[in-house]
């Protein structure tokens, strides 16, 4: 990772102030190094220290003192040996600071390489980062112009589903409406077609009814025909007597044959149209069967049709999961792409950090060369004050040489001195023990000069000269002295700032080595950064390559399910068209069947108009009926009355019994003949007709006998005149008939 900018100041602020203190101690004169321990920085050889460094601080000049005794030779020969130690760590130190500018350059160039190495990598990674950008951004269109066609896509399948949801409540409601009208149209189907059943339930059992009555009344007629029978044979002998009457009785018998046979057409119109009512009603049923039927293929087009619509709502609802699904999908790779496009701004935030922190760098790097180069003007600058500093000495040496061969003879030990002094330009303590030493010694040649001179001063004339003389080198003695240690106070005030410069020198080197340092972790960690940012970037496009051949793909598999539910929705319209077709059929059948229902309905009155017809035709049927009844009673009564005279008549036939055997033998075999005839013609009204009367097999019977009597006309006589018999007493029944009414 890289280092947070607040760290990086606080580092140039622990230099600055590093800086500062170094160069505080140089003008207090402090010879103290403060080095910052650092973690990764290199520290320098301590070869590469100056040797400046080790040397003791100078201590007080020594005191002047006037040695009066005499120098010796060696004195001389060491002053001239002593000179030279001395310009030889300067060169050394001259060298030394050369060689640590060099390495000073050399690191700066290697810090300059470096940096443009750094700059390389960045605008590498600043054209990889464009070049990422411009693939990022057709990415994003590429998103952009698929999440438009999703989009699109989308608010086609809404359109789409809310079209055919729309298409399908509104099928659904008018399929349900029309089912609701199929439904209460069936229940008034189905109540009047109860009340129908019950009319033709209470028809048919007002039409068993009447047969009973019938075959009642016609077991009453042949019960009356039995008793005629046995009748004509007493009223054959009142024949003569009433034949006027029989002429009246045969006019009114055919006028009632005819109503009755008028009657008779008319109950067999109406027979034939309760037929007709019976077969429509027949034929209703059969309607009303049918109708149930197609209700039952309606109901079941109704439950495959809900089938279909759940169906297609289940469909639906998975093409809503998949919506989602895909749409989720679109959420995590927007996620995604947003997560990547975090990661990307930090890098960028990354990048912008490593750029200030490369720039603050460059600028230390520039105020370090700058330094390095003002540090280099004053190194040339102290150098030169080094080297007149060195000039000024090697005059001064060799001034001080030549006062000291002057003063070889009276100053050897203070030669001795000088020369510790020299050679404590490389060890200062012991210079300035010797000066002590010698400090002392002067004093004691002083002590003993001085004894000398109170010995002789028989000799002071003498020495006058040569005190003055002493005096005067003395003093120049001393001026020297002084000039030395004055040249001595700036070389070591040089030596104290060569050493504050190298100390300068060792902490900005120490401080270039830590940023060289530094700058090669930052670049290394840059390397390893971009290493793994574009292995980084590398495995996020090929997984951005990857979401958007995912997305592509199902993209197509969205455009193939859509193409798929455009299909299914087109299935959908034609099988709702269908259901509307089958709708349209059902409905015409519906409004078939709801006119043959009103054809039904109407036959239905008129079959109960004709039941009522019929129920009046059965109440006038009954009143005869009760009428017949009564006049078969008022025949009881004459049939006693007629035995009454039978009885009386019954002398009188006495005598015709004997010619009546024959004639009874063929009437009862007349009789037979008719009963027969009878019972055919009885059968023939059963098959014919549902319901008749007792007048309609009087008026069959008499219709049959008179047809019979013309027919007849070929056969034989007595067959005739069995036949005029038959029909003779069948008018004389109806005219008794007449007569009870």
């Known amino acids: ?96 600071m050369q060689e640590k500018l060099h390495a000073v350059e050399k690191d700066l160039k290697k810090a300059r390489d470096q940096l443009a190495s750094v700059e390389l990598e960045k605008i590498k990674a600043v054209e990889e980062l464009n070049e990422a950008k411009h693939q ?151 309607l009303v069967e049918k109708l149930q039927i197609e209700v039952a293929d309606a109901r079941k087009g109704k439950s495959d049709a809900s089938e279909l619509v759940d169906e297609w709502s289940k469909k639906t609802e998975m093409l809503k999961a998949d919506l989602e699904e ?177 100390e300068r020198y060792e902490v900005m080197l120490d401080e270039a080595r830590y940023d060289i340092v530094c700058l090669k972790k930052i670049v290394e960690r840059f390397e390893a950064e971009a290493s793994k940012s574009s292995s980084e970037w590398t495995a996020k496009e090929l997984n951005f390559v990857d979401t958007i051949k995912e997305l592509e793909e199902e993209i197509g598999a969205m455009k193939v399910e859509m193409a798929r539910m455009v299909e299914l929705q087109r299935a959908t319209e034609q099988a709702t068209q269908e259901a509307k077709a089958h709708a349209a059929e059902t409905m015409t059948k519906l409004r078939q069947a709801e006119t043959g229902a009103m054809c039904a309905y109407g036959a239905a009155e008129e079959s109960k108009h004709e039941s009522l017809r019929l129920r009046e035709a059965l109440l006038d049927k009954e009143t005869e009926r009760q009428s017949i009844a009564q006049e078969n009673d008022d025949l009881r009564g004459q049939e006693a009355a007629a035995l009454q005279k039978a009885s009386v008549l019954l002398t009188q036939a006495t005598a015709k019994k004997v010619e009546d055997q024959h004639l009874k033998g063929n009437e009862e075999a007349d009789v037979a003949s008719d009963r027969d005839h009878e019972e055919e013609s009885i059968d023939g009204d059963d098959d014919d007709e549902d319901m008749g009367s007792i007048t309609d097999g009087s008026s069959i019977n008499l219709t049959d006998g008179t047809n019979g009597s013309t027919d007849d006309g070929t056969a034989s006589s007595p067959a005739k005149q069995q036949q005029r018999k038959k029909a003779l007493l069948h008018k004389f029944g109806n005219l008794l008939k007449n007569k009870n009414f």
């Open 1 to 96: 990772m890289l280092p947070s900018k607040p760290n990086s100041d606080t580092n140039f602020w622990n230099r600055s102030a590093i800086f500062e203190a170094s160069n505080n101690k140089s003008a207090q004169g402090t010879v103290k190094v403060s080095r910052t321990s650092r973690t990764g920085s290199t520290k320098p050889d301590a070869g590469s220290t100056s040797p400046m460094a080790k040397q003791p601080s100078p201590m007080s000049k020594p005191r002047a003192s006037v040695d009066r005794s005499p120098r010796s030779a060696e004195s001389k020969t060491a002053n001239k040996n002593s000179t030279t130690p001395d310009k030889l760590p300067r060169a050394a130190k001259g060298l030394e």
């Open 136 to 286: 990022l951004q057709q990415a994003t269109e590429a998103q952009r112009r698929a999440e438009e066609s999703l989009e699109m896509e989308k608010l086609r399948a809404s359109e789409l589903e809310k079209s055919g949801e729309d298409a399908s409540m509104k099928r659904e409601e008018e399929l349900q409406k029309e089912i609701e009208g199929l439904r209460s149209r069936q229940t008034l189907d189905a109540s009047a077609m109860s009340s129908m059943a019950q009319e033709l339930e209470r028809i048919k059992a007002e039409l068993v009814d009447a047969t009973n009555a019938r075959e009642l009344a016609l077991t009453q007629a042949d019960d009356a025909k039995r008793t005629a029978e046995l009748l004509s044979e007493e009223v054959g002998r009142l024949k003569a007597s009433q034949d006027s009457k029989l002429d009246d009785a045969n006019k009114e018998a055919t006028e009632m044959i005819q109503k009755m046979d008028a009657e008779v057409s008319a109950m067999q119109l109406e027979l034939g149209r309760a037929k007709a009512a019976e077969e429509k009603l027949a034929q209703m049923e059969a």
């Open 326 to 502: 895909a749409y989720q999908s679109e959420k995590s790779a927007s996620d995604s792409l947003a997560a990547m496009m975090v990661q990307l701004e930090e890098s960028k935030s990354l990048f912008e950090d490593a750029e200030y922190e490369i720039s603050t760098l460059r600028g230390k790097i520039k105020s370090l060369e700058i330094e390095v180069a003002k540090q280099k003007t004053d190194l040339e600058e102290s150098d030169r004050q080094l080297d007149s500093a060195q000039q000024d000495a090697v005059n001064i040496g060799k001034t001080v040489e030549l006062l000291k061969l002057e003063l070889q003879t009276l100053e050897e030990e203070k030669l001795q001195a000088v020369n510790r002094e020299k050679v404590a330009a490389a060890k200062v303590e012991s210079l300035t023990e010797e000066n002590d030493k010698l400090i002392n010694e002067l004093k004691i040649s002083k002590d003993e000069g001085e004894k000398a001179s109170k010995a002789m001063e028989g000799f002071a004339s003498a020495l006058q000269a040569l005190s003055k003389e002493a005096r005067d080198k003395e003093e120049r003695l001393l001026r020297t002295e002084a000039e030395v240690e004055e040249a001595q106070a700036e070389i070591e005030q040089l030596n104290i700032a060569l050493r504050n410069t190298e």
